[in-house]
């Protein structure tokens, strides 16, 4: 079976474009591929993070994902800092990698434009990306195509580490998923919803109420028009409901176009709420029984257990060739 791995960094509260667009693609991944997933923590402090809500969001992203359908059975699932060779793997391979290559990353130059005080770790980001991929010569790394760059950056320093050192890092691939839908912001709709937004009107957390739920999506800006037909140019609020509608069951766009060709936006609204409603009900309801169960703690200290002996001797092996130690 290949392997894949996927990091999420636990910066804030998952939004329904998380599950749409990633959190459904793994539970689906978790069929063909042994999956490693792990909780980013030490890629969350790049920027600056409240450690009492940095604690709280990574606990809570592990009970979301469980109650999303991710199984720990088929999977095996750990937070990245309670696994110390990434740290280690990482400053090995940040002495093999040449400071420009860093400096060239988009995600560099866009986050450090926007952050006044940022730490130098937000340039060795990549690099801690690759110690997490090559730790565990996985082949396949699912990703946006935000984060492809960095995936190619672990290719080169895999391939310079093993010309140098001998074959010591499987050379990974990204998996990019067919292009799920893009969820957008419902109060600014030609804008990605994101979980790091700060108005929260236009975002659906999973864990948001019933009530509240229906009361953004019964609120997302819309047109003056009265037609639900799929137009992200001229259109794009209705297409954004549109599109959570198709991605939550299947429907074709031109199907709803035709279910709803007589209907107001009010009552397609209302539609979307109790679909997106039902849709997170079970999630919630299980995220409730998991988040302050002991099952939790015990999946992941034989995620932590089970991955540290992986990446030990992944570890080893490069420190032995680089003449580290005795
Ligand atoms: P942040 O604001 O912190 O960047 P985010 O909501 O953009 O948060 P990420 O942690 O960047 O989330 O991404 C997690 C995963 O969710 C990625 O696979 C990304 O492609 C996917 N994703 C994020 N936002 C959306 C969205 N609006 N629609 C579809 N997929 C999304
Ligand atoms: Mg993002």
Not at 123 to 134: E, F, G, K, N, W
């Amino acid at each position: 079976m290949k392997k894949i791995l996927t990091g999420l960094q636990p910066s804030g509260n998952l939004t329904l474009g998380n599950y749409i667009g990633a959190i459904r693609q793994m539970v689906r991944l978790q069929e063909e591929y042994e999956s490693i997933i792990f909780v980013a923590d030490l890629h969350a402090i790049t920027v600056a993070q409240n450690p009492s809500e940095l604690r709280k969001n990574i606990r809570s992203l592990i009970a979301i994902y469980l109650a999303s359908g991710i199984d720990p059975k088929k999977n095996t699932i750990f937070i990245q800092s309670e696994n110390i060779y990434h740290a280690n793997m990482s400053w090995l391979l940040e002495c093999l990698t040449p400071y420009g290559e860093l400096g060239r990353m988009t995600q560099f130059k866009d986050k450090s434009s926007k952050h006044q005080n940022f730490g130098a770790g937000l340039l060795t980001y990549p690099v801690l990306m690759a110690s997490d991929i090559l730790l565990y010569d996985a082949d396949y790394v699912p990703t946006g195509i935000d984060q492809k760059q960095h995936v190619e950056l672990a290719r080169n320093i895999a391939e310079r580490v093993n010309k140098k050192y001998g074959e010591i890092f499987k050379i990974p691939e990204p998996l990019i998923p067919e292009t799920g839908a893009k969820i957008c912001d419902l109060v600014n709709p030609t804008k990605k919803m994101s979980k790091s937004d700060e108005n929260p009107k236009g975002v659906i957390y999973l864990l948001d109420s019933d009530d509240v739920i229906r009361k953004k999506i019964m609120g997302a800006t819309t047109d003056s028009e009265t037609v639900i037909k799929y137009d992200i140019e001229n259109k794009p609020g209705i297409s954004n409901l549109i599109n959570i509608y198709n991605s939550l069951t299947g429907i074709s766009i031109k199907e709803i176009e035709e279910k709803y060709k007589d209907s107001n936006y009010g009552t397609f609204k209302k539609d979307v709420a109790d679909l997106v409603i039902e849709t997170l009900k079970p999630i919630k309801e299980k995220y409730q029984e998991l988040i302050n169960s002991k099952e939790i703690d015990k999946i992941l200290d034989e995620g932590a257990l089970k991955t540290s002996e992986i990446a030990k001797k992944k570890y080893l092996l490069l420190k032995d060739k680089m003449g580290l130690g005795r």
